[in-house]
């Protein structure tokens, strides 16, 4: 025979957490204008101006041929992409909201449906501005901007989950940029850079994927709000204690 | 409406929470109980006070211990969403979207707080507003408006959905007299029915709103009561002379030019009538950190 308390406890639970899901749809339309008005639109901007200028540095008459240049460009384009993506997480009224019964998570999901499609917009044009004899093998490309654009969301996510730090896109950028200038130190046998040319340049496909699928977990992982301070602690920035 | 503190039911009991940072226990044990009305949370920096009202506010998890608030407990997500629907933050240093006006930032928090009607929600931000006495700016972007109006701002978010349990963090910190008096009203007005938990460094924010204090050092309780059984732990142990007293715990010269000395008072001194004060300064000291009832 089951405890009456439990069982009220229960039932109460379910309620909630169905009260919780109707609310979340309800919620959704009232939300999309000011999320969207939270969103770093000048980082953004100005990161993805950037990319296009450099794959438009392509058509210039005097840029090498072939697809190595085209490649390196297409890195670049993809590092000034996620860059921009580093300060998505940013939000100035995290203190302010951190409360409130519709949590984080999902506002960092409404963010990120949103940037999402206009970044695989920008990243298409990118791809159509380089021209054809320059332009690298398209599958494996676009796998090095995804998993570039996935390492930055996760460092947010990671800095965002261990910190209550409210604008981590700086930080963000900076690991991110690190962890560029650590894959160009790093030799292209064992490395993420491998050109087509090079006799390695599957093996540096399966390491992309690998950083992809690793980054992507770190994401799904984190972006949950904890109920207890787990294995890996947050650590205090607030003037007070 | 007066409150009881010993007739009134407890709507938040805690116990044992700690927490820690590295290798500093920002809480070490906490313990306490709330009912409604306003209970007023004193203590040195470092004493662990924002970690307290962030824990009490679900902002973050504690390593151990627990508590309830208006019967939700927090450690379940289905808890901590049915307590977060019943409560109000203003944090020690609350953060906005510069671009967004008054009105704009305090009807995103509304919408966060799940006021999904259009009409009634505005009608509720309108109304928050007005008891912060910002209607006349609301139409103001953020970036515009002085840190005093952010202030009220941010306690309008708070407010909005007339929560059951109301955590400000130093709330009348960077106000002008005329505003901390203001703050005093609203804050009075909101503890009538609701359980507020107000941290300070002013004592006389406490022995002006509050029925119940806690005194935080260390990250401990070191005091639990109402105001007047703290002052009257000061009862006989605050005393005036011409010369700092030596053996004083405390002691500060006065606009008098005599020395107001708070410990054990020398055989002969002259006496005086103790303040909130006095009793908060004794709580702090090792010796009188007992907790009454």
């Known amino acids: 025979m089951r405890d009456d308390g439990v069982e009220a406890k229960e039932m109460e639970a379910a309620q909630v957490t169905a009260d919780a899901r109707r609310d979340t749809a309800t919620l959704l339309r009232p939300l999309l204008v000011p999320v969207w008005r939270t969103l770093p639109r000048r980082a953004l901007t100005i990161a993805g101006a950037v990319g296009l200028l450099l794959a438009a540095s392509t058509r210039l008459p005097d840029h090498a041929p072939g697809a190595g240049p085209g490649l390196f460009v297409l890195r670049l384009t993809a590092l000034s992409g996620a860059l921009g993506l580093a300060f998505l997480l940013d939000d100035p009224a995290r203190n302010t909201s951190a409360t409130t019964p519709v949590a ?14 206009l970044t695989a917009l920008w990243w298409t044009t990118a791809l159509l501005l380089v021209p054809s004899p320059t332009r690298p093998p398209l599958l494996p490309v676009t796998l090095q901007a995804a998993a570039t654009t996935a390492a930055a969301l996760a460092l947010a996510t990671v800095a965002v989950r261990f910190t209550d730090s ?12 690190t962890g560029a200038a650590v894959a160009v130190l790093t030799p292209n046998r064992w490395g993420l850079l491998a050109t087509p040319a090079d006799p390695w340049w599957e093996p540096t496909q399966l390491r992309w994927a690998a950083v992809l699928g690793v980054t992507l977990a770190v994401c799904a992982l984190w972006t949950p709000e904890p109920l207890g301070q787990g294995l890996l602690r947050r650590t205090a920035t607030t003037s007070g204690r | 409406m007066t409150i009881d503190p010993l007739t009134e039911p407890s709507t938040l009991r805690a116990d044992g929470l700690a927490l820690r940072f590295g290798g500093t ?65 203003l944090p020690q240093t609350p953060g906005f979207h510069p671009d967004f006006t008054a009105f704009e930032f ?66 009348t910190v960077g106000l002008d007299p005329e505003q901390r008096m203001r703050f005093r009203d609203l804050i009075a007005q909101a503890g009538e ?71 054990a008072p020398p055989a002969g001194a002259d006496l005086l009538e103790p303040t909130l004060e006095d009793g908060y300064l004794l709580a702090l000291d090792g010796e009188s950190a007992e907790v009454t009832a």
């Open chain 1, 166 to 177: 409210p604008e981590v896109g700086r930080s963000t950028a900076i690991c991110l940029l």
């Open chain 2, 193 to 263: 029915g609701r359980t507020v938990l107000l941290s300070t460094h002013q004592t006389e924010d406490v022995a002006m709103l509050c029925h119940r204090v806690v005194v935080l050092a260390g990250g401990r309780v070191r005091f639990e009561g109402t105001p007047a059984e703290l002052t009257a732990r000061a009862a006989g142990r605050v005393w005036s002379s011409a010369e700092r007293a030596p053996g004083a715990l405390a002691g500060w010269r006065t606009g008098m030019g005599t020395f107001r000395n708070i410990g």
């Open chain 1, 104 to 117: 984080r998570p999902l506002r960092t999901v409404l963010r990120l449906a949103m940037a999402l499609p």
């Open chain 2, 25 to 89: 226990r920002a809480l070490d044990g906490v313990s306490l109980r709330l009912t409604r009305g306003v209970t007023g949370l004193l203590g040195p920096n470092g004493a662990g006070k924002t970690t307290l009202l962030r824990v009490l506010a679900t902002a973050v998890p504690a390593d151990d211990g627990r508590f309830t608030a208006l019967g939700h407990d927090p450690r379940t997500a289905a808890g901590r969403l049915a307590l977060r629907r019943e409560l109000g933050y």
């Open chain 2, 106 to 171: 305090v009807d995103y928090v509304a919408i966060l707080k799940e006021l999904t009607d259009r009409g009634a929600r505005h009608r509720e931000v309108r109304r928050v507003l007005d008891a912060v006495d910002l209607s006349d700016v609301r139409g103001k972007r953020l970036k515009r408006l002085s840190g005093g109006m952010r202030q009220r701002v941010a306690l309008a978010a708070a407010l909005v959905g007339d929560p059951g349990f109301l955590v400000l963090d130093e709330p």
